[in-house]
């Protein structure tokens, strides 16, 4: 069966950190391009951090740089993303896609490019 499988959220306060883990099961990420994105009631999904399949490329949203790390361990078939300085604007639920992307292609957080994705995990950054 494939699929992916977040884990890692949960509540944190301001100025917290938490590390989100997204393991791949039933196929290897090795080719794909892993992208994290989150979701708030009443918003559309939004990419937070995209890493091509060989790391070359990596996308942060403005609002996460200087904040989160994205990477990739192939060899564990794991994608994380390292969240520091949390804010309340960052709670939401955060979710987990693949793509098969050119390498040449800019712009590789765009959600509509993802075509499979996992459950989620819920992150919520509140005192």
């Known amino acids: 069966q494939l699929q992916f499988v977040e884990s890692g959220g949960g509540l944190v306060q301001p100025g917290g950190s938490l590390r989100l883990s997204c393991v791949a099961s039933?196929?290897?990420?090795?080719?794909?391009?892993i992208g994290w994105f989150r979701q708030s009631p009443g918003k559309e999904r939004e990419g937070v951090s995209c890493?091509?399949?060989?790391?070359?490329?990596?996308e942060y949203a403005d609002s996460v740089k200087g904040r989160f790390t994205i990477s990739r361990d192939n060899a564990k078939n794991t994608v994380y993303l390292q969240m520091n300085s949390l804010e309340p604007e960052d709670t939401g639920v955060y979710y987990c896609?693949?793509?098969?992307?050119?390498?040449?292609?800019?712009?590789?957080?765009?959600?509509?490019?993802?075509?499979?994705w996992g459950q989620g995990t819920q992150v919520t950054v509140s005192s």
């Open positions: 039933g196929f290897r990420l090795d080719y794909y391009t």
């Open positions: 896609g693949s793509a098969l992307l050119p390498r040449s292609i800019q712009d590789i957080c765009i959600p509509r490019r993802y075509d499979f």
């Open positions: 890493i091509s399949d060989s790391g070359d490329n990596i």
